[in-house]
């Protein structure tokens, strides 16, 4: 059995849109976004520039980072399974 499916859109994550990204864990849906931010970036989406620069600025201060990723990780736990 495989664990259940959560959605949380590029804006839930400090992104600018609502692109959907679904996962089994909060790690899956950051992922899926480092992904989304780093294809906007190369597309020279400016709009997803300033969410870009947080995230690289995350994996480069993890301990300050910890607070966001834990809000995430909440959020992801306390959405409902669709
Ligand atoms: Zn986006």
Same mark, same amino acid.
């Given at each position: 059995?495989?664990?259940?499916?959560?959605?949380?859109?590029?804006?839930?994550?400090?992104?600018?849109?609502?692109?959907?990204?679904?996962?089994?864990? #909060?790690?899956?849906?950051?992922?899926?976004?480092? &992904? /989304?931010? *780093?294809?906007?970036?190369?597309?020279?989406?400016?709009?997803?520039?300033? #969410?870009?620069?947080?995230?690289?600025?995350?994996? &480069? /201060?993890? *301990?300050?980072?910890?607070?966001?990723?834990?809000?995430?990780?909440?959020?992801?736990?306390?959405?409902?399974?669709?």
């Amino acid at each position: 059995m495989t664990a259940p499916t959560k959605t949380m859109t590029c804006r839930d994550l400090g992104g600018p849109c609502d692109l959907e990204h679904e996962g089994t864990t #909060a790690d899956e849906v950051i992922n899926a976004q480092d &992904r /989304h931010l *780093k294809e906007a970036e190369r597309a020279g989406d400016a709009g997803h520039q300033e #969410a870009r620069d947080a995230m690289k600025g995350r994996w &480069r /201060h993890p *301990k300050r980072s910890l607070d966001w990723y834990n809000g995430v990780k909440r959020a992801f736990a306390e959405r409902p399974v669709r």
